[in-house]
């Protein structure tokens, strides 16, 4: 499976993010809490369901989340 494009909102750390790869492999960088993790997160818990949803997905403050993977 390969995904073609992942859109982000109000999930953990990030606040809003689109990645949409463009080759074979995807470099996720950059400092501490910037929302790297989040990112991965977000994939696990569309693509595995409920029981891979973090215990708290939903960014602070915020009153829901949006999570879309193309592949």
């Known amino acids: 499976m390969k995904i073609t494009k992942l859109e982000v909102e109000s999930f953990k750390r990030i606040k809003a993010a689109t990645i ?16 790297k993790s989040s990112a991965l997160d977000a994939i696990e818990a569309a693509l595995g369901g409920g029981r891979h949803t973090p215990a708290e997905p939903v960014h602070r403050g915020d009153k829901s989340a949006r999570v879309v993977v193309e592949t």
Request: hydrophobic share 30%.
């Open 20 to 35: 949409t790869p463009d080759g074979a492999l995807v470099t996720v960088g950059g400092r501490n809490k910037a929302g």
